[in-house]
């Protein structure tokens, strides 16, 4: 059974006009977007831009609303999509947010590593 990759994050609105909120977030490089709980992104100033149609790992296929966020890891700041995710969920830092700071998932450590250069290729 592989481990599961972890990575403490910071988000905040785009303007930064509220304080930001930090929490764990599970890596998911299946994940286009990054979730987090309703209630975080309210709290941190984000707002929501629209809706789009998601599948979840289990095949279910769901609405959630997005909005646009600045999210903070591994000493590296990236504006990303992220979903208004219900109540309970798991934060969930979406592949988009990794390439856009040049960080990888190591498939056989499983640890997050920075890469030399961002291809353009």
């Known amino acids: 059974m592989m481990g599961l990759t972890r990575v403490t994050a910071k988000i905040s609105n785009l303007s930064k006009t509220k304080k930001s909120l930090q929490g764990e977030f599970l890596v998911d490089t299946g ?9 975080w992104l309210k709290k941190a100033g984000i707002r929501k831009e ?13 609405e959630y609303p997005y909005g646009f966020a600045r999210v903070e890891f591994m000493g590296e700041e990236t504006v990303v999509q992220i979903i208004f ?17 040049g960080i990888m998932v190591d498939p056989v450590t499983r640890s997050l590593k920075r890469v030399a250069a961002k291809p353009l290729k």
């Open 50 to 62: 629209g809706k789009s149609v998601y599948e979840l790992a289990n095949g279910t296929v769901v």
């Open 31 to 39: 994940a286009i977007d990054c979730l987090a709980p309703e209630s």
């Open 85 to 101: 995710g219900p109540a309970d969920c798991e934060p969930i830092m979406g592949v988009t947010a990794l390439e856009n700071v």
